[in-house]
């Protein structure tokens, strides 16, 4: 990607692939006028709202890029974007989100997707965040899992569910290894941001990476934030 950026050719998918890296957001924002493709562009403009923690506005875009793919009939996309789409809910509406992993695994039958079906897996585990103590039995199992499969990313990302579990747990040790794991998986600077949100959701101090938020970094800690307070909070209800 970054021969090609480098190169000066006009490829929106180069220019977003870096900046997506290196958590330059308003830079993927700025290209997805131009990406092509059923649901492409749904798919990648939530890919920017979930790291702000604006879960309504991603599950939105998400539905957007399943029901663009149904209507192209496009399965591989429809099982990617319902996959996504459960793991945004996940952490606003554990409830719905069980049916919506549900018809995910159902979309995902049949087909090869390793790291849909990753994201499915983690989508449980966000479900089930704070109420199970099993979760992080199940994350290790995942995590050999996704080791196995080869998705690199999916390892970080499992990680952002574990501090997801013990920010609501308020398990501050339990935090501060996590987090030095996530920090080993993004020192080359690519997706370092996921550190900061980690930072966030248990409202400690962020690393300074470089990321460039779409909206103010104040308001990003203050969605992930309330997304584990809220949790827990209902846990305690």
Not at 21 to 31: K, Q, R, Y
Not at 82 to 105: M, N, S, V
Request: proline share 4%; with cysteine; charged share 20%.
């Amino acid at each position: 990607m970054q021969y090609v950026a480098d190169g000066g050719c006009p490829v929106p998918a180069a220019r977003r692939g870096l900046a997506r890296l290196a958590g330059d957001f308003p830079t993927v924002h700025a290209v997805v006028p131009a990406l092509g493709g059923a649901g492409r562009h749904h798919r990648v403009d939530n890919g920017i709202w979930w790291p702000h923690g604006d879960m309504p506005r991603a599950a939105t875009t998400y539905k957007a890029a399943r029901t663009e793919a149904e209507q192209h009939c496009i399965a591989g996309k429809r099982a990617t974007s319902q996959a996504q789409h459960a793991f945004t809910l996940a952490f606003t509406g554990p409830d719905r989100a069980a049916c919506e992993i549900e018809l995910a695994r159902h979309l995902i039958s049949g087909l090869t997707l390793r790291q849909a079906g990753h994201t499915i897996d983690m989508a449980a585990l966000v479900r089930d965040a704070g109420t199970d103590h099993g979760v992080p039995d199940r994350a290790r199992v995942l995590h050999e899992e996704i080791h196995v499969s080869g998705v690199a990313i999916a390892t970080a990302i499992l990680e952002l569910v574990i501090c997801f579990h013990q920010a609501v747990l308020d398990d501050d040790q339990g935090l501060t290894s996590t987090i030095a794991r996530l920090r080993g998986l993004t020192g080359s600077g690519d997706y370092a941001y996921y550190t900061d949100i980690a930072a966030f959701m248990a409202d400690r101090p962020a690393l300074l990476s470089s990321a460039r938020w779409f909206d103010a970094e104040t308001t990003v800690r203050g969605r992930w934030r309330h997304l584990a307070l809220a949790r827990r909070s209902a846990l305690e209800s």
